[in-house]
C-alpha cells in the first residue's frame, strides 16, 4: 500500500521560509512522478509544482522563483522548498504521487486531472502571517 507522509508545515511569518518534506513508501514501482497541491479553505485543489523521475519540474506561476521541489531518491523523500512566503500562501499542502506525470496538472490546473490522481498523503498545514 502507497503511503505518503507529509511534515514540515507550520505558522510563518510574510518573508519567511519553510521547507515540507514528504515520505514516501510501499510503492512496488518507480513513480513517474510526484507533486505538492495545496488548497485553501473553500478553494479547489490546486497544482503548486511537479517533478518527474527524469527530474524535469513545473512550477505554478505564483511560485516560481520563491518554491523548489526536488526528490531525495535514496530516501524516498520529496520536498518543497518554500522562500518569501506570502499570505497567499497560506493553504493545506498535500503530497501526490502518481505513474503519470503530474507536470501536467501543475501546468494546466485541469480539475479533473487533479481529481484522478491516484495517492495522496493527508496533508500539512501552512499558515503565513503578515
Known amino acids: 500500500e502507497v503511503q505518503l507522509v507529509e511534515s514540515g508545515g507550520g505558522l510563518v511569518q510574510a518573508g519567511g521560509s519553510l521547507r515540507l518534506s514528504c515520505a514516501a513508501s510501499?510503492?512496488?514501482?518507480?513513480?513517474?512522478?510526484l507533486g505538492w497541491f495545496c488548497q485553501a479553505p473553500g478553494q479547489e485543489r490546486e497544482g503548486v509544482a511537479a517533478?518527474?523521475?527524469?527530474?524535469?519540474?513545473s512550477y505554478v506561476d505564483s511560485v516560481k522563483g520563491r518554491f523548489t521541489i526536488s526528490w531525495d531518491n535514496a530516501n524516498n523523500t520529496l520536498y518543497l522548498q518554500m522562500n518569501s512566503l506570502k499570505p497567499e500562501d497560506t493553504a493545506m499542502y498535500y503530497c501526490?504521487?502518481?505513474?503519470?506525470?503530474?507536470?501536467?496538472?501543475?501546468?494546466?490546473?485541469?480539475?479533473?486531472?487533479?481529481?484522478?490522481?491516484?495517492?495522496w498523503g493527508q496533508g500539512t498545514q501552512v499558515t503565513v502571517s503578515s
Open positions: 510501499g510503492y512496488t514501482y518507480s513513480p513517474s512522478s
Open positions: 501526490a504521487l502518481d505513474r503519470q506525470s503530474l507536470r501536467w496538472g501543475v501546468e494546466s490546473q485541469s480539475r479533473p486531472f487533479i481529481a484522478g490522481i491516484n495517492y
Open positions: 517533478i518527474d523521475s527524469d527530474g524535469t519540474t
